[in-house]
């Protein structure tokens, strides 16, 4: 499936909080968009759709952009019995609890490879948006995720096969100081297909289905997030050992490097793995 221009068009709520907003806007709302796609396509279509009775983990959340899909699509009279938000990150834990205000979501920081302060077979779905590239034993973070679902509980995970923005800091470090390395890329083995399969075996899934979707971003205001992400602090790393000169270059370097993307792709080319599996 091949969505033009996504940016979301879920009602999310007013109090979604700044940094939940400028987090998805960086990323040009494409982790929103296709958990919405495969939530409204696969998993409400299914013989277990979230619903009223349904007990979610959001693991390893971010600020809640996935809780924000579920509670924008399902709405106030459909939303799950509970809800709870994890990541082991204090920020982005903050972020949630300044998004949700409701007694049905919890947010806490854990880790997800250790979930021991959740009892086994407890949830009906599980969420890992976008974070397993991310995790230093990813095999074992799933394990959790497989304790911790009731029997017949849904796992969806997803992951890139090509996150836009590292080809383009790529091209632009590159064009810029070809004489120092690239930034490396995070869980480099998630870019291949099958590899979520891998992992979901190893921690005991059995019943496994896997979607692909790509995603052409060209919307104006969707290209500039992901022009600020660029930017920003998280690719700080790419900058390293630059100049006062060079840094001054990138900005050029990085528009050259989008205008390129857009005339090949006809904007800028996402393409991820979902891998929906039961326990």
């Not at 060079?246 to 528009?255: C, G, L, N, Q």
Request: with cysteine; aromatic share 8%; net charge negative.
């Amino acid at each position: 499936m091949t969505t033009h221009n996504p940016v979301s068009a879920l009602p999310l709520p007013s109090y979604f909080s700044h940094l939940a907003k400028s987090y998805s806007h960086s990323t040009a709302n494409t982790t929103l968009d296709v958990f919405a796609d495969i939530l409204a396509s696969e998993v409400q279509t299914s013989e277990t759709p979230i619903n009223a009775n349904s007990i979610v983990h959001d693991n390893a959340a971010g600020p809640g952009v996935a809780t924000a899909g579920v509670l924008a699509t399902l709405g106030p009279d459909q939303a799950p019995k509970e809800i709870l938000v994890s990541d082991n990150n204090e920020d982005m834990v903050t972020g949630a609890r300044d998004s949700f205000d409701s007694p049905s979501v919890t947010c806490k920081i854990l880790d997800a490879h250790d979930l021991s302060s959740l009892s086994d077979n407890y949830f009906t779905h599980s969420i890992t948006n976008f974070s397993i590239f991310t995790f230093k034993n990813a095999e074992g973070a799933m394990a959790e995720v497989h304790r911790t679902l009731k029997p017949g509980g849904v796992a969806i995970v997803s992951s890139w096969e090509r996150f836009a923005v590292l080809p383009l800091v790529h091209e632009v470090q590159t064009a810029l100081r070809p004489d120092l390395p690239l930034m490396p890329v995070p869980g480099p083995r998630f870019f291949n297909d099958g590899e979520l399969e891998k992992v979901l075996a190893t921690a005991g899934f059995n019943n496994i289905k896997s979607l692909k979707r790509d995603i052409i971003v060209s919307d104006e205001d969707a290209v500039n997030g992901l022009r600020e992400f660029m930017s920003g602090g998280f690719m700080q790393r790419a900058r390293e050992n630059y100049t006062a000169d060079d840094i001054a270059r990138w900005p050029a370097a990085m528009d050259a490097a989008i205008k390129t993307e857009i005339a090949r792709h006809g904007g800028i080319s996402f393409k991820c793995f979902i891998a929906i599996a039961r326990k």
